[in-house]
């Protein structure tokens, strides 16, 4: 009779529903650990956008409220206040931002878009939304212009024509200026798009049109006509006015500026090129480049400023782009480091009919935003406080570090404050509106980012803001490679062979460790004193592949793998290159045992900071190249340094600078002795997955068809065997074929484990379809798909104290290593416990076999305690190794573990592991699996991370299809499950991080970082830790026009817009030229969102305002019709005193 396994059943229940978390224990009760998480602590959403605005393309100024706005191709808008207020916005559509207008101390802004769309959007809030959108049909928008504190917006199109909205209702007015009536009527050509309008500043009845042939139209705004006509055969791109209103310039695609008299049409007053040589005959200069645009800023005690960009020669090929400034006689002109988008000239006062007086000007770059100081001599920049920094270097790894030692902060500050540069304007930064937060989240934050040059940056990520501390250069350690050698020789690996790939950072002890895409990993201790480094601590570690091991062409086959023995590659070298660096890279034969890159010989002087403990290297093995680390670990309590990729696991001894391990992956399935390896022969019939993987013709599905786990494709590298193809081809096959029935095997001596081996088949069947490559590049190409899949690297390392075994009485030093293939294979480490002994005596290190086995690659590790609590590795409190020994404190604060049990074989710890599908719990030291929960099937988790909350601990998984969920521990209950951000961009996935309290990040763009919550905490508070962008500010006074001004008409002339414009004046304007479109934030968008009783009252309330905004023009037009009939009263009486004692014959 057939027995009857439970176990199956569960774990066939298991894999049907992916949202299912089933206990795995027996005979003992899991519920003694007191789960606080629900589901009601979860939420999520978007913070705060950092960095600079991604390919940004139009940029507007409130001179009020000092507030900056950039807009971008995709719809995107960030408006800039003082340092640390930020808000980010988006239209829908992602259509190009092509204009922006403030309406001055207004608290609102008007957009322009691509798609040929106008949006009105309310700033008075602090996350800004539309109010009223409108949607042209008929007409391309080219330029617009909205006067100061008026209500009209003129709108001009590509077809010549302008309208007018009134941006209060966002309604198009009947009046329109027609192309046609606007130049002159024997002209036989049209204009072109309008690219310019203004109103003269003397006079807002005169409108100044400027169109893309180079005809100027002076246009009377009453008498509905052209007063002045000007024409320039070159093509305009900008116009500015004089203040005074009798002149203005424009420039031209031939580089010219020309200054036109408002009332002499004929000709310009003055034509310069200025940038141009001027021949000795007299002609025409050569033309240079066009200018874009131009501004005439003027001072009332000095020379007007003319500043402008563009214009330069055609002969300065290569030059960077340039801004000039003429003042008076001088012309400076500035180099920027980037190609100009946009720049506006910052002004003392908002009137145009005033003198100016410019004191700055900010520059829009393509990559950056720079703000030049006219007040000073040689026009020095602002110090940018801003994080728009990030993309300095392309990010390539991201870490994110919530609620940090307190001290941090002040450190990294106090040594990266001498890193400033110097020159910069004595000014206060001059965009200064808006007010901070006052959010109650006070906890530390650090944001840790690396770069492909190699350089480091830690970031103040506390209260929602982000500014810059510290920047680590780690190409210092190494030899500059030379321009022709970074091109054609092997030795670099890509075009950043400094490129950082990943990070490990213990904040107590501050020590880092980070590997590099050039297969070196360099320790890092923190110090505040400034040393000279004579000779760089340098360790070559060879490591071996394990198929070249396994069938070796030379020795048949037969061949153990051996561990790389401390005598050959233990002991610490110095930067000088080997002898047999210099003789492996001639053509002679193939490179063996020399690195990629080669470490400076000559003196390092480290400053405060971040110093040089150790260099690792990879070397290279019989003409192949070293694999790319994929996971990285330390720990300072230990003094180790644990590195793994595709070929194996090497741990380092950082203190006494030697090689503890250096093991091959297929070793670590081993008994503890690797030399005596002897895998048991396979039996038929249970070994699918291999056979499938033998042979890559079987089978129907094909690698396009698949999906595959970042984790098994990224790491695997490509690499050639000594001999022939086909035999190492068949030699890999047959070594796979061997491991993976070993483990088959080896899965019936543990009933919990016969799961992972059945899916293992499947798991690499879903695996065979490399996504786009990998997070990181491969450099060789001799290995197929199938191959290359087959490799089983080592994806997540973890330190740990714990009770392995049930015979341990206490928690014990061990490194947990996770492979692609799903298994947890444990390491003992025999740490002295002694500082004397720990530098004296080897650390001793055992395998102890694997632990647990998941479907999918292993992607992050974690202990809990038998109270649910998290055991974080030991580490050792910080202490400055450049200190006088008397003044070294090395306290190794170490966390206490659970307490060890006094009854046999109880557990009183967990294990937490997280892999690309699945997530398991194992209980300690009996290492029965507890709880498992299948996460995923149709995809897989691309970042998980164990966090802690306020309420408790949770796993929180980033996955492929876009997915955001959190589990509960230990129990693995879902209580978060979102559809966010489906995976577009690799960028995502190589930056996406969780933190602690329910903070998270990733890289949006290649130069904007998102950060997001999901803490329902956080969300409640956001508004609150939010900015203001809008505060109250009183509009300066307008000019005093002067007796004489006023006595003769020669002030500024005002209009009545509303008596042109209005709907009784100018009727109304086509409905099938714009469509109006209410925005969620406007009046229309309340309405149609409200309902119940609080609608009734909203609406209630709008309209109380409309018939409080009817009786207030009743009771203009009543007291109108008082005064009226008042005159009239008098004027009767008047008559009737004049006739009153007349006779009627003397009438």
Partial sequence: MKKFNIRKVLDGLTAASSSSSSPQSSNRDNDVVLETLQSEHFQLCKTVRHGFPYQPSAMAFDPVQKILVIGTESGALRLFGRAGVECYCQHEGNAAVIQLQFLVNEGALVSALSDDSIHLWNLRQKIPAILHSLKFSRERITFCHLPFQSKWLYVGTERGNIHIVNVESFTLSGYVIMWNKAIELSSKTHPGPVVHISDNPMDEGKLLIGFECGIVVLWDLRSKKADYRYSYDEAIHSVAWHHEGKQFVCSHSDGTLTTWNVRSPAKPAQIITPHGKQPRDGKKPDPCKPILKVEYKTEKSGEPFMVLSGGLSYDTVGRRACLTVMHGKSTAVLEMDYPIVDFLTLCETPYPNDYQEPYAVVVLLERDLVVIDLAQTGYPSFENPYPLSIHESPVTCCEYFADCPAELIPALYSVGSRQKRQGYSKKEWPISGGNWGQGAQSYPEIIITGHADGSIKFWDASALMLQVLYKLKTAKVFEKVPAKEEKSSPDVVDEDPFAVHSLSWCPESRVLCMAAVSAHVIVYRFSKQEVTLETVQLLEVRMQCELNDVDSPEGGGDQASAVSTPGASSSPQCGTPHPSTSSASSSEGPRDNVPCLRVRSSALKQSPG??????????????????????????????????????????????????????????????????????????????????????????????????????????????????????????????FSLHVEKRVCEAEEAAPRRKAASVYGTHFEHGLNARDGSFIHSRSSSMGSLDREAREVISCLHFCEIMSRNSELAPAPSLWLGTTLGTVLTVSLS???????????????????????????????????????????????????????????????????????????????????????????????????????????TSFVLRADVVVMSAGLCIACFCANGHIMTLSLPSLRPLLDVNYLPLTDMRIARTFCFSNLGQALYLTSPMEIQRLTYSQETCDNLQEMLGELFTPVETPEAPNRGFFKGLFGGGAQSLDREDLFGELAAGKASRSLAQHIPGPGSMEGMKGAASGVVGELARARIALDERGQKLGELEERTAAMMASADAFSRHAHDVMLKYKDKKWYQL
């Fill in 610 to 735: 971040y110093q040089v403990e150790l260099v690792i290297q990879l070397l290279w093995v019989s003409g192949e190249p070293p694999q790319q680390i994929s996971s990285l670990a330390v720990n300072s309590a230990y003094g180790l340094v644990v590195l793994g990729n595709g070929n194996g696991v090497a741990v380092v001894d950082y203190l006494q600078k030697t090689l503890l391990l250096n093991v091959t992956t297929a070793e670590l399935h081993g008994s503890p002795d690797p030399h005596q390896r002897q895998p048991r022969s396979p039996r038929k019939g249970r070994h699918p997955s291999g056979v499938g993987l033998c042979d890559g013709n079987d089978g129907a599905v094909t690698s396009e068809d698949r999906c595959k786990s970042p984790t098994s494709a990224k790491m695997s590298r490509k690499f050639s065997m000594a001999a022939d193809h086909k035999h190492d081809g068949g030699s890999v096959r047959r070594q």
């Fill in 831 to 937: 740490v002295p416990s002694a500082p004397e002994q720990r530098l004296q005596q080897t650390v001793p290190v055992s395998f102890c076999g694997s632990l647990v086995r998941l479907k999918g690659g292993v992607l992050r590790m974690a202990v809990m305690d038998s109270t649910g609590s998290l055991v974080p590795p030991a580490c050792e409190g910080w202490y400055d190794p450049n200190a006088p020994e008397e003044e070294r404190e090395r306290t190794r604060s170490r966390r206490t573990t659970s307490p060890s049990s006094s009854q046999e074989n109880q557990d009183c710890q967990y294990a937490v592991v997280c892999s690309e599908k699945q997530a398991k719990v194992v209980a300690m030291p009996s290492q029965n699996c507890v709880y498992d929960h299948n996460i995923t099937e």
